[in-house]
């Protein structure tokens, strides 16, 4: 099994970086539509715990974290690249800042205006998410004018940015780049008035906006939560055994480790045993009723690794 499953729900907003990506290397795949909330037992089964959103699944691997989902990608599909203009490397680094500090401004200033009219429940689980368990969405709001300020001088830098000429953000084709502040801005335009207001002053941004979505999605095709379960059941995971002798951590396959974001908040980790270990990501195999064998990859950058 080799097709690209994608589990996703429409509104977040990390799922259409990588979303935005398969249509820009203009592939198939399918779409499993998962719940906002993590009640999602079939993609569970399979992650071992992982309850972040979005997570691709070729047979029995699975790729969790946006960052691990576009290294995979272009490692398959190298062509259009996600680094034109030779970028590549450079865009890993920017990602620490858009999916960081300017990922905490955004959300700050879309989701606490609008927090009132979402579920409660989606609301307290978001709020221990991305603000900790000692999140104040009242104190959120009070500081909205020091939020959008922020925000608004850092979207200036992607204006400028495109002041230079270039149709995207590091050349003329799109590339990893304008997936990273693409995600942002998605998710500001349309939701919280107060913070569309700074993209009404950035016309560059804008126009490259509509460029952004002309590029759409590729071709999904819907497909169920069990019917992706029911793939890794019938599937071998296809990650080779791999070790690297420069670890720092002296992490090799055969050891069992666990793994979890570095900002988790009230996330369980996930334990297995290294299949494969590299500079850039680290695979566990792990083993369920429900899916059988899997190999569950995650990146390097942004967790912690540990042994058990």
């Given at each position: ?64 974290d ?6 995979e ?116 335009d ?51 055994v ?28 996930v ?29 390097r ?8």
């Amino acid at each position: 099994m080799t097709e690209i499953i994608l589990h996703h729900y429409p509104q977040s907003p990390v799922a259409e970086k990588v979303r935005k990506g398969l249509g820009l290397k203009r592939l198939a795949w399918r779409s499993v539509e998962q719940n906002r909330l993590p009640d999602r037992p079939e993609l569970l089964a399979m992650t071992g715990g992982y309850r972040r959103i979005p997570v691709m699944q070729i047979g029995a691997d699975i790729f969790c974290d946006s960052q691990c989902i576009l290294m995979e990608l272009e490692r398959r599909y190298p062509s259009p690249t996600f680094f034109p203009n030779n970028g590549a490397g450079l865009p890993f680094a920017l990602s620490r800042w858009t999916d960081g500090p300017i990922f905490d401004l955004v959300f700050r200033a879309t989701f606490a205006p609008a927090a009132t009219s979402l579920p409660p429940e989606l609301v307290a689980d978001r709020t221990r998410l991305y603000l900790g368990p000692e999140g104040d969405l009242a104190k959120e709001i009070a500081d909205l004018p020091h939020t959008l300020a922020q925000l608004r001088a850092q979207l200036a830098w992607v204006e400028t940015r495109l002041s230079t000429g270039r149709r995207h953000i590091l050349a003329d084709e799109p590339g990893m780049p304008d997936l990273l502040v693409w995600y942002l801005v998605w998710f500001i335009d349309g939701r919280a008035p107060d913070a569309q207001k700074l993209l009404d002053e950035l016309p560059l941004i804008r126009a490259w906006m509509d460029r952004m979505r002309a590029i759409g999605h590729g071709s999904p095709d819907p497909m169920s939560p069990s019917a992706a379960l029911a793939v890794a059941l019938a599937s071998e995971p296809a990650t080779p055994v791999a070790g690297d002798e420069h670890d720092p951590q002296g992490l090799a396959p055969g050891q069992q480790v666990s793994v979890i974001s570095l900002n988790a908040s009230g996330e369980t980790s996930v334990t297995g045993d290294v299949c494969a270990v590299s500079r850039d990501t680290i695979a566990l195999l792990r083993e369920h009723p429900a899916c059988g064998r899997v190999i569950v990859h995650f990146p390097r950058v942004g967790y912690r690794v540990s042994r058990l």
